[in-house]
C-alpha cells in the first residue's frame, strides 16, 4: 500500500524528477517511477495526468502554474530541501517539459524517468522501423511544418496538437497536393480506448479523439511537382513580383551561407524571403530571420514560408540597417537587396558573429562599385555569376542570357577571445 510522503533528511541530489507516465497510467509505471512518485512532497501535472495515479494522502498535488518555468523558481524555494515529481506524456525529453526544464536547470538538478513514447508505440502499430520514419510535432506549433517533409513514400509521424489537428493536416496536404496520401490516426495509444481511423488525405472525414498522433504514408497526386529538400528550389515554388532571387545563384548563395542547424541567418532585402526560406527548410534546427521594407513583400514571404513548411521564418518589415538593431546575432547573412544604402554592409558585417558567413548579391554598377571596395579592404571571395538557358529562335534554339550577378562572399575571421559560434545538434 501507498505511504505517505517521508520527510527529507538532506537536499536532494535532483530538485526535478520528470516521470513519463503513458495512457496505461500506474499501471505501466516501473518500479523506480512508482517509488519516486510515492515520496514526493509535490507532484504538478495536468488534471489527466493527475488522474492516473493513486491517492496519497498527504501528497500535495498542483496543476500546470501558468507558464510554468517563470514560476517555477518560486516552487522550488517553497521545497528548496524536498524534490518536485513533475509528470509528463511518455518521453519527456521528446518536445516534452524535460528538454525545457534541463534547459532552464541543468542537467545536473533535472533527472529523467521516461515511459515508453507515443511515437515508439506508433511505429511499433504500424509495422514502421525508426530509421525509416520521420518525427514532426505541431503540439503548440504551426501545422503547416509538416509540408517541409513532403515527398513520395515518404513516412511521417505527426504528434498532434488536439483533436482538431488530423482534419487540418489532411487539408494542408491536399492543398499541396498530395490528398492521395494515407492517414493514419492512432487515438490513446496504450490505453484501453486505444483506435485506429485510415483514410486517404481527400477522404479525410473521421472524428479524432483528442489524444492521438497521425501517421502519413505521403503520396503526391499526379501532377504534384516534387521538391527537395536541399537548396535550389524552381522559381515557380515562390510567390514572387519578380524580386526573387533566382534559382541558380540562390543555390550558389546557400552553399556559401553554409545552414547548420541551430543558427541564424539574417535575409536583409529579402524580397519573396527565398533564401531565407531555403535556409530554414534544411533543417529544422535552421532559424531565419527574413526583412523587407515592402509590407506587400513582407506579407508575400509570411505566405511562402507557410507554403513551403517553414512558418518559423519571422518576418520585420521595415527598411535596413534601421531594422537591425536588436535583432539577435546572426550566424550568416544574405543581403539580396539594399546593399547600396548607408550603413547596410558594415551592420550586417559588424553584427555576424565570429565564423559567420556573409554573402551580398547585385546587378547594378553601384552595387559592383560597393561590393569591388569590400573585397579590397577585407578580401573573401568576389565572382561574376552568369546563367544562359536554351529558348527558341525562330525554328532554332540559342541561349538567352539571364542578367549577370555580383557575388562577395566571405567568412568572419574568428579571434582567440571570439571563437566560432557553432549550431546545436
Known amino acids: 500500500m501507498p505511504t505517505d510522503p517521508p520527510e527529507p533528511t538532506a537536499a536532494p541530489s535532483h530538485r526535478v524528477i520528470v516521470v513519463g507516465i503513458g495512457a496505461d497510467g500506474w499501471a505501466g509505471l516501473g518500479e523506480a517511477a512508482r517509488q519516486v512518485v510515492m515520496a514526493a512532497p509535490l507532484v504538478i501535472g495536468g488534471h489527466r495526468h493527475q488522474g492516473l495515479l493513486p491517492d496519497l494522502p498527504g501528497q500535495d498535488r498542483r496543476r500546470w502554474p501558468t507558464p510554468l518555468l517563470p514560476n517555477l523558481a518560486a516552487l522550488l524555494a517553497e521545497y528548496r530541501d524536498r524534490q518536485i515529481v513533475v509528470l509528463a506524456s511518455g518521453d519527456p525529453m521528446r518536445s516534452g517539459i524535460g528538454t525545457a526544464l534541463i534547459e532552464r536547470l541543468g542537467p545536473d538538478q533535472v533527472r529523467v524517468i521516461p515511459a515508453i513514447s507515443s511515437v515508439a508505440l506508433a511505429g511499433a502499430r504500424m509495422g514502421w522501423s525508426a530509421e525509416s520514419t520521420d518525427v514532426v510535432t505541431v503540439v503548440g506549433r504551426n501545422p503547416h511544418s509538416v509540408l517541409a517533409r513532403l515527398g513520395p513514400e ?32 492512432l487515438g490513446e495509444l496504450g490505453g484501453p480506448d486505444e483506435s485506429a481511423e485510415s483514410a486517404t488525405a481527400a477522404a479525410w472525414t473521421s472524428d479524432s479523439p483528442r489524444l492521438n498522433l497521425i501517421c502519413l504514408e505521403l503520396q503526391p497526386d499526379h501532377g504534384t511537382p516534387l521538391l ?12 514572387n513580383d519578380g524580386q526573387l532571387t533566382k534559382r541558380d545563384v540562390r543555390a550558389s548563395a546557400l552553399s556559401r551561407l553554409g545552414p547548420v542547424p541551430g543558427q541564424l541567418l539574417w535575409d536583409v532585402g529579402a524580397g519573396a524571403g527565398s533564401v531565407a526560406i531555403e535556409w530554414a527548410r534544411t533543417d529544422p534546427r535552421c532559424s531565419a530571420i527574413a526583412l523587407e521594407q515592402d509590407p506587400e513583400r513582407a506579407a508575400r514571404i509570411t505566405r511562402n514560408a507557410q507554403s513551403l513548411g517553414v512558418p518559423g521564418v519571422r518576418v520585420i518589415t521595415g527598411p535596413a540597417p534601421a531594422v537591425l538593431a536588436g535583432l539577435p546575432t546572426p550566424q550568416a547573412v544574405f543581403v539580396g537587396g539594399g546593399a547600396t544604402a548607408s550603413g547596410v554592409i558594415d551592420k550586417c558585417w559588424g553584427a555576424l558573429a565570429p565564423g559567420g558567413r556573409l554573402v551580398v548579391h547585385g546587378v547594378t554598377l553601384e552595387t559592383d562599385a560597393v561590393l569591388a571596395d569590400r573585397y579590397r579592404s577585407l578580401g573573401g571571395e568576389l565572382v561574376r555569376l552568369s546563367v544562359e538557358r536554351a529558348a527558341p529562335i525562330g525554328s532554332f534554339t540559342g541561349w538567352t542570357p539571364a542578367r549577370a550577378v555580383t557575388q562577395w562572399s566571405i567568412t568572419k575571421v574568428p579571434t582567440a577571445g571570439h571563437p566560432a559560434e557553432g549550431g546545436t545538434s
Not at 163 to 176: I, K, S, Y
Open 154 to 185: 515518404r513516412r511521417l509521424i505527426v504528434l498532434s496538437s488536439d483533436q482538431h489537428t488530423p482534419a487540418l493536416v489532411a487539408a494542408l496536404l491536399v492543398g499541396a497536393g498530395y490528398g492521395s496520401s494515407r492517414m493514419t490516426v
Open 228 to 239: 527537395a529538400g536541399i537548396p535550389g528550389l524552381p522559381d515557380t515554388a515562390f510567390e
